[in-house]
């Protein structure tokens, strides 16, 4: 079982930054992987990133370049930096846990946070 906690959301301009992390519970973290997702009004959860246990990593080509995500195992948290933001990016962003392979696919995904609000004005 891993719990998942979200911080960092928040309102920023268009060209800004902002740092997402989710901190888990549970001594198993590394032996997860961790994705970031996101769901804007009246559209489907879309995949974001993800890092695996080996750290290697994936990217939506919306957002390659612009996010970078990382994960602390001794601190139990992954991050998601968010940087030279858009209007479009605005949405509610999920952390997610799966303790398999890299996948893109939220159905794959066993362990979800509540979400934290991204908005970036247009």
């Known amino acids: 079982q891993v719990q998942l906690e979200e911080s960092g959301g928040g309102l920023v301009q268009a060209g800004g930054s902002l740092r997402l992390s989710c901190a888990a519970s549970?001594?198993?973290?590394?032996?997860?992987?961790m994705g970031w997702f996101r769901q804007a009004p009246g559209k489907e959860r879309e995949f974001v990133a993800g890092?695996?246990?080996?750290?290697?990593?994936d990217y939506a080509d919306s957002v390659e370049g612009r996010f970078t995500i990382s994960r602390d195992n001794a601190k139990n948290t992954v991050y998601l930096q968010m940087n030279s933001l858009k209007p479009e990016d605005t949405a509610v962003y999920y952390c997610?846990?799966?303790?398999?392979?890299?996948?893109?696919?939220?159905?794959?995904?066993?362990?979800w946070g509540q979400g934290t609000q991204v908005t970036v004005p247009s």
């Open positions: 890092i695996s246990r080996s750290d290697s990593t």
């Open positions: 549970g001594r198993t973290f590394s032996s997860y992987t």
């Open positions: 997610a846990a799966n303790p398999t392979v890299l996948i893109r696919r939220y159905g794959r995904y066993n362990y």
